[in-house]
Structures are given as C-alpha cells and as structure tokens.
C-alpha cells in the first residue's frame, strides 16, 4: 500500500459472538477474525505420568510438544504445551488417548473458549498492543505459545503460528469485550494518513 492511498476504514460487524459465520474486520495490512466455535481440549497430566501422558498422544499422530511453550501446528489443528503437565489441543480431539487412564484427563472446553485470528503485515505490530508479551528480534520464532494478559486485563492463550499470524483464546464470557477491544486498537492501523 502506497503512502497516498488511503487507507480502508475498520468495518465493524454487528453479528453476536458465536455464531458460525466468520467475522472479520480490518484492511490489507492487518485484519482480525472472530472464528466460529471449534474443538478446544486441555490435558492435564500428573507429575509421574507425564510420560505415560505422552506416549499416549503421540500414539494418536497428533504430536506433542516437549518444552513450555512450543506448538505444534498442522492443517488439522494445533498442540500446544502451556505448562508442566498441562497441553491445549485446538482443532484436534485427544480423548482417545485417556482411553481408561486415571493418569491424566482430558477436558472439553470447546463450549467455553472463544477463538481469533489476527493475520496480515502489521499482525505482530497489533499483537504487540494487545498483550503483555515481548515479541521483538529476540523472541523465539513461531511456532509459539504464551499465556498472558490482555492490556486490558482479559487472561489470554496466544498461538504464534507464522511469522505475521496468531490465533488468540480466551473464555467465552470475555468474547465480546475482546472482539471490542480488538475494534479499538485496529483504528490505529485504519487511519487516513493522506487526509
């Protein structure tokens, strides 16, 4: 986008949060995109089971990650490893693999867990407004997962898939005060610098 073409204004929708159609706002440079409901699951494994744990999801192809804070992304979905013992499957169903263990549990939260999207140029720049995490030169590269805050306050998993996309989670009862406040800080992105 050349510096004397104006710039697209935000579009802002009115459809209710969780509803099955897609929502999107923004411009060419960086947009975001409230995702219909999806599949969300945590699994939570005991200290002395986390091998165990492990070994059953990866016996299911959908692969683990090792360390706090990596990802594991593919066409289907993504598994992330928030903390110790603990993993978030997005788009991936892993209750097969607790098949009878009393080691480790598995948990739906698809019904409680709002999900976005937030790709384009710019994405880290607004990625950057809207959490409490260092994302510069020095970071790790994607694929990455961080649990943080939002700057305002709304506790938030943020999945670093590519170099200029993540996908955002939170709880349900904070979908619309996020979708807000996501309007809010894409203004900056959507201003008429020619004007």
């Known amino acids: 986008m050349s510096a004397a073409e104006p710039r697209k204004p935000v579009t802002p929708l009115t459809a209710e949060p969780g509803k099955a159609?897609?929502?999107?706002?923004?411009?060419?440079?960086?947009?975001a995109l409230r995702l219909p409901p999806g599949r969300f699951h945590v699994v939570t494994a005991?200290?002395?089971s986390?091998?165990?744990?492990?070994k059953a999801l990866s016996r299911l192809g959908l692969g683990v990650p090792e360390k706090v804070g990596d990802a594991i992304v593919t066409t289907e979905g993504s598994a992330m490893r928030v903390a110790p013992g603990r993993w978030f499957f997005d788009g991936l169903d892993p209750t097969p693999a607790a098949d009878g263990s009393e080691k480790f549990a598995v948990t739906d939260l698809s019904d409680g867990t709002a999900m976005f999207s937030i790709h384009g140029e710019k994405a880290t720049r607004l990625a950057q407004k809207l959490i409490m995490v260092d994302l510069s030169g020095d970071t790790a590269?994607?694929?990455r997962v961080m649990q943080t805050g939002s700057s305002h306050g709304i506790g938030?998993?943020?999945?670093?898939?590519?170099?200029?996309?993540?996908?955002?989670?939170c709880e349900k009862s904070y979908e619309r005060d996020f979708w807000h406040m996501?309007?809010?800080e894409l203004a900056e992105f959507t201003i008429d610098e020619t004007a």
Do not use: Y
Not at 21 to 31: F, H, K, P, R, W
Not at 50 to 54: A, E, K, R, V, Y
């Open 21 to 31: 159609e897609l929502q999107q706002i923004g411009n060419s440079d960086v947009a």
């Open 46 to 48: 005991w200290p002395e």
């Open 50 to 54: 986390l091998d165990l744990c492990s």
């Open 141 to 143: 590269a994607p694929p």
């Open 156 to 169: 938030l998993t943020m999945l670093w898939s590519e170099r200029n996309q993540f996908k955002l989670f």
């Open 182 to 184: 996501l309007q809010a």
